[in-house]
C-alpha cells in the first residue's frame, strides 16, 4: 500500500490567518516529497483517464480509446461545443480521473489516488483543515484527480451546488516547474470580473479557498510541455 505523510512542520497558525484574512490560503509541501512524487508519478503515467466536457445535453466522458477512434471533424465539433459554451456560461474541458465509488472496491484499491482520498479523509488531516479554515463542522472531504492539457479550461463557478454542504474546496497541486504563460492558473474574480489574482501551478501545494467564492482555471497553451496535474475536491458537512 502507497504511504503518504501529512508534513508535521506546518505552521498552522498562520495558514489560518491567511484563511481568515483573504478566505484562502495556499499551503506549501503538504506531504513528505517522495509521497507527492509517487503520486504525481502514478497520475503521468495513467492511462484510463477520461476527458470530460460538458455540453447542452449533458456531460460527455471520454475514454482516450474513445476519442482515438474519432475522427478529426467530429472531435473539431466537440471542441467547438466546448468554446460555445464557454462563451456565455459554465463550461470545462480537462481529464479525471475517479476514486473508487464502490466501497468494496475502494478498501481494496492500493494505488497513491486513493491513498491520498484516504488522507484527505484521516483524523490528523482532518483536524489540521479544521484549524487552518475554521469550519469546525467538516467532516469529510471527497474529491478526483484532474489533468489539464493543451485547450483545457474551466469557466467561472462558486462551488456552490444545493445539497452539498461544501465548506471549502481544494486543490492539491502535482505540477513542478509550470511557467504562468503555460495557462492553467487557478484565477479568482473579484466582484464584478475586472480584476482577478491567480495561483501558478505548483508541486506538493494545497490550495484552500472558502465556497462560495467565484474561480477559474485558465485554458492551458500548446506551449506546455506536460498535463498540470492537481487532485481538486470539497471539504463537506454533514
Known sequence: MTKLRLNPDLDIPALAHGYRTERRVRVEALLDPEGAKTLRNYLARHDQWWHLINTPDGIVELSQAMRSRMSAKRRAEIDATAHAGARLGFQYRYEGLRVPDDPAAYA???????????????EPMLAMLRAVTGHDEMTFTDGHATAYGPGDFLTRHDDNVA?????????????????????????????????VTGHVPRFNTLDL???????????VTPAAPYRRFAVTGWLRAG
Do not use: I
Not at 108 to 122: E, K, N, Q, W, Y
Open 108 to 122: 481494496r484499491a492500493r494505488d497513491p489516488l486513493t491513498a491520498f482520498a484516504r488522507l484527505m479523509s484521516s
Open 163 to 195: 445539497g452539498k454542504n461544501r465548506l471549502a474546496a481544494y486543490v492539491f497541486g502535482l505540477t513542478p516547474d509550470w511557467r504562468a504563460e503555460w495557462g492553467g492558473l487557478l484565477l479568482f474574480h473579484g466582484d464584478c470580473d475586472d480584476m
Open 209 to 219: 479557498f472558502a465556497v462560495p467564492q467565484m474561480h477559474s482555471v485558465s485554458v
